[in-house]
């Protein structure tokens, strides 16, 4: 019934891995959010949302202006999800298909309000 993952339910699940760690073999802190690659660096990181998100800022406007052939009203909403999937696709193995750090910023914020501590920032 529950789509969403829910604390009250999940935490047993979290705290049979012993401390919350955030990467690593036992880490817990990614059913929250997404965290990069071990081997990514910050640079290939940072550039990878930036592509990211200006495909899919530049693939929103192209879908919904007027002004642009741009698929009928009924359309648009699967233009749309098959934008964000192609991008996803595409560069989500790098940072976990965040596709941009406005997406990413709410979680981390609740995994380290939640007990993960700074480390989800870094």
């Known amino acids: 019934m529950m789509s969403l993952p829910n604390p009250f339910f999940s935490s047993d699940a979290v705290t049979s891995f012993g401390a919350k760690e955030v990467t690593g073999e036992n880490g817990t802190a990614g059913i929250w959010a997404t965290y990069p690659q071990d081997f990514l660096s910050i640079g290939s990181g940072f550039l990878d949302q930036v592509v990211g998100t200006g495909l899919l800022l ?5 879908i919904v202006d007027a002004n642009n ?4 009203n009924g359309a648009k909403p699967m233009a749309l999800g098959a934008l964000v999937f192609a991008i996803g696709v595409s560069f989500g193995f790098n940072c976990g ?5 406005a997406r ?19």
């Open 58 to 62: 530049l693939g929103v406007f192209a």
């Open 69 to 72: 052939w741009s698929p009928g």
């Open 97 to 101: 298909y965040a596709i941009n750090p």
């Open 104 to 122: 990413d910023f709410a979680p981390r914020v609740f995994t380290a309000i939640a007990g993960w501590g700074k480390e989800v920032f870094t």
